[in-house]
């Protein structure tokens, strides 16, 4: 959504059609015996704002659909809503009465409240909040009783009631057949290949997916939705495997020990406990996966999709100080704020900050010319933006193409690099298995230096997702078997690439 929702202009425009068919036929008007100057002015002042602010969003006023499937809610939620008020009108036509007064009044009221909070609107939800309360009390004031007033009071307790638990229970169907779609997509998952798979992603003309299979030191590649064009992606969370090969290549040096404490490296109160290094490169440290900062708002209204754009490395070390934790292992929790601190580590081992370090190891050592970090921008749209002193950077910032990263993952799979292989050794048991995951094979059963291992089937992976991109890389523990898939496809859209690359290294043939 922009600032134009068409979708609200929609609402709008057929909740209107009745009043205007009403006015048109009463030339008169309403009926008003309820005089209270300050109501109508507000009523007025609410229905307009939410009128117009349905239609446009004013910008720094609002963050759109803010989770997975939000915006069908929003849509079929205010279709059986905008339909009943409709059919109501229809029904009612020659009736007055405290339940007409209430169901026209509640309804519209509800879709604009509903509306305000489904896409985070500050302004929407303040005008729908003005309109409800002096609409329905002028309504409700203004209607004619044709019954007792005991009559009326029931009347009126099972009207609310009843509109109240509509909406809940659209509301609660939405999500209900939301759920039972998303069952019902496993099972068709079953008996897609992978092919299958990358060719309903692709419908969507936009969307592109590089693919490199590497079978016995030999690597394909395939470009899917364009011309064959190399395309540079945001590779998201598989930036940790970089900043867990740094860690290797620190620890060949003699630069790095894993047990150790991030206190021996970092400006920090030594009789205090911090974690280790490989607590946190396999995330059982006992950090959250972040720690909310003030700006995070500020990038939701300013329409920044990075969350953590503008948390400084300083943030992050003062919050490090702050959290207290106890030295143990804790359970396992992907942490991008634990791979942030690694990050800070290792620019007190090599005395420069994490982009600049980073960006040299991948250019002189890995010898990938189109891989960088924090580049933010390619040949695609919608990267993320990075501020220079950001925290965040080394948990997943990297842009990288298709060559590129096939490069790298022969890096693991030939064992080029001499400390390369420590990386998907063993370090913790983690059991991070969920039901999801497992019923399309894939397991994260132990953690190395930040490499997930499905020891059931035998592969070494990581994923990857921005708001816009996401991304797999994984091979076989014998080397003989990788994947790399790259897509700027949104990870809450249609199959992820994590359950592609699966397929394609459980199933014999690359596309079966």
């Known amino acids: 959504?922009?600032?134009?929702?068409?979708?609200?202009?929609?609402?709008?425009?057929?909740?209107?059609?009745?009043?205007?068919?009403?006015?048109?036929?009463?030339?008169?008007?309403?009926?008003?015996?309820?005089?209270?100057?300050?109501?109508?002015?507000?009523?007025?002042?609410?229905?307009?704002?939410?009128?117009?602010?349905?239609?446009?969003?004013?910008?720094?006023?609002?963050?759109?659909?803010?989770?997975?499937?939000?915006?069908?809610?929003?849509?079929?939620?205010?279709?059986?809503?905008?339909?009943?008020?409709?059919?109501?009108?229809?029904?009612?036509?020659?009736?007055?009465?405290?339940?007409?007064?209430l169901l026209l009044s509640i309804i519209p009221s509800l879709i604009f409240l509903f509306s305000g909070v489904m896409i985070a609107s500050i302004p929407l939800t303040?005008?729908?909040?003005?309109?409800?309360?002096?609409?329905?009390?002028?309504?409700?004031?203004?209607?004619?009783?044709?019954e007792t007033s005991a009559k009326?009071?029931?009347?009126?307790?099972?009207?609310?009631?009843?509109?109240i638990l509509s909406f809940v229970i659209a509301v609660v169907s939405c999500f209900g057949g939301i759920a039972i779609y998303g069952q019902s997509s496993f099972s068709k998952l079953d008996n897609m290949s992978a092919l299958d798979m990358i060719k309903y992603d692709c419908e969507n003309k936009n969307t592109k997916i590089s693919v490199a299979i590497i079978?016995?030191?030999?690597?394909?590649?395939?470009?899917?939705?364009?011309?064959?064009?190399?395309?540079?992606?945001?590779?998201?969370?598989?930036?940790?495997?970089?900043?867990?090969?740094?860690?290797?290549?620190?620890?060949?040096?003699g630069k790095l020990n894993l047990t150790d404490s991030i206190s021996k490296y970092l400006d920090l109160d030594e009789t205090k406990y911090y974690p280790t290094i490989e607590r946190l490169l396999t995330h059982t440290s006992g950090y959250d996966a972040y720690y909310f900062e003030s700006s995070m708002i500020g990038n939701k209204f300013a329409h920044i999709t990075n969350d953590f754009y503008g948390i400084s490395r300083t943030q992050i070390l003062n919050k490090v100080k702050s959290v207290s934790l106890e030295?143990?292992?804790?359970?396992?929790?992907?942490?991008?704020?634990?791979?942030?601190?690694?990050?800070l580590v290792l620019e007190k081992i090599y005395n420069c900050n994490f982009t600049d370090i980073m960006n040299d190891f991948i250019r002189n050592e890995l010898n990938l010319a189109n891989t960088q970090v924090a580049k933010q921008s390619g040949n695609l749209d919608k990267y993320w933006k990075w501020k220079e002193n950001d925290g965040y950077i080394p948990a997943?910032?990297?842009?990288?193409?298709?060559?590129?990263?096939?490069?790298?993952?022969?890096?693991?799979?030939?064992?080029?690099?001499?400390?390369?292989?420590?990386?998907?050794?063993?370090?913790?048991?983690?059991?991070?298995?969920?039901?999801?995951?497992?019923?399309?094979?894939?397991?994260?059963?132990?953690?190395?230096?930040?490499?997930?291992?499905?020891?059931?089937?035998?592969?070494?992976?990581?994923?990857?997702?921005?708001?816009?991109?996401?991304?797999?890389?994984?091979?076989?523990?014998?080397?003989?078997?990788?994947?790399?898939?790259?897509?700027?496809?949104?990870?809450?859209?249609?199959?992820?690439?994590?359950?592609?690359?699966?397929?394609?290294?459980?199933s014999n043939s690359p596309f079966n």
Not at 152 to 163: A, C, P, R
Not at 224 to 235: K, T
């Open 1 to 101: 959504m922009t600032w134009f929702n068409y979708c609200g202009l929609i609402f709008i425009a057929i909740i209107m059609a009745p009043n205007i068919v009403f006015a048109i036929k009463n030339k008169n008007g309403y009926s008003n015996t309820y005089r209270n100057k300050t109501a109508e002015i507000l009523e007025q002042l609410g229905r307009y704002g939410c009128m117009a602010l349905m239609t446009f969003n004013i910008p720094y006023t609002w963050i759109s659909f803010y989770f997975s499937y939000a915006e069908i809610v929003y849509i079929v939620v205010n279709s059986v809503f905008v339909f009943a008020y409709c059919v109501i009108w229809i029904v009612l036509w020659k009736k007055s009465g405290i339940v007409k007064a």
């Open 126 to 146: 303040v005008f729908a909040v003005i309109f409800a309360t002096t609409h329905i009390l002028i309504s409700v004031k203004n209607a004619v009783p044709t």
């Open 152 to 163: 009326i009071k029931m009347n009126g307790i099972i009207t609310v009631t009843s509109v």
């Open 215 to 253: 079978e016995n030191g030999n690597v394909d590649y395939c470009i899917y939705g364009s011309n064959n064009l190399i395309y540079d992606y945001e590779i998201g969370s598989i930036s940790k495997t970089f900043a867990g090969l740094l860690c290797a290549k620190a620890v060949n040096e």
């Open 327 to 343: 030295d143990k292992d804790y359970p396992f929790v992907y942490s991008n704020f634990g791979i942030s601190v690694v990050g």
């Open 396 to 506: 997943g910032s990297i842009i990288s193409d298709i060559q590129d990263m096939a490069k790298y993952l022969q890096l693991y799979m030939s064992d080029k690099l001499n400390y390369s292989a420590n990386t998907f050794v063993k370090i913790k048991d983690i059991n991070a298995n969920n039901p999801t995951y497992e019923k399309m094979n894939i397991r994260m059963d132990a953690c190395g230096m930040t490499w997930m291992l499905d020891n059931q089937n035998g592969i070494i992976w990581h994923n990857g997702a921005t708001t816009d991109f996401n991304t797999y890389m994984g091979f076989t523990k014998d080397g003989k078997k990788g994947v790399v898939l790259l897509s700027n496809l949104s990870p809450n859209e249609k199959i992820s690439m994590t359950v592609i690359g699966a397929k394609i290294l459980t």
